[in-house]
């Protein structure tokens, strides 16, 4: 199975090369805001109907590795 990440994009001249979902002009972190706020995968899904399930799936996996890659820079230090 291919990863979620996947996914995830990054383009210099797509939203400023800030983490986005396949390219398009979603970043990452604004998706995470939105579930950060209480709104639900399908209340994401229903306001952006040219996401898919997998494409917040993606978004929680990257926030998930990104909190441990720095847990582990924060171990080293």
Do not use: K, W
Not at 1 to 11: A, E, K, P
Not at 35 to 60: K, Q, T, Y
């Amino acid at each position: 199975m291919t990863s979620l990440l996947s996914r995830i994009t990054v383009n210099p001249e797509i939203c400023h090369g800030q983490p986005t979902i396949r390219g398009l002009r979603y970043p990452v972190d604004a998706l995470l805001d939105y579930l950060a706020a209480g709104n639900s995968v399908e209340d994401v899904l229903a306001e952006f109907p040219d996401l898919e399930r997998d494409d917040i799936l993606a978004c929680l996996e990257f926030a998930a590795r990104t909190l441990q890659v720095r847990s582990q820079h924060l171990a080293l230090a």
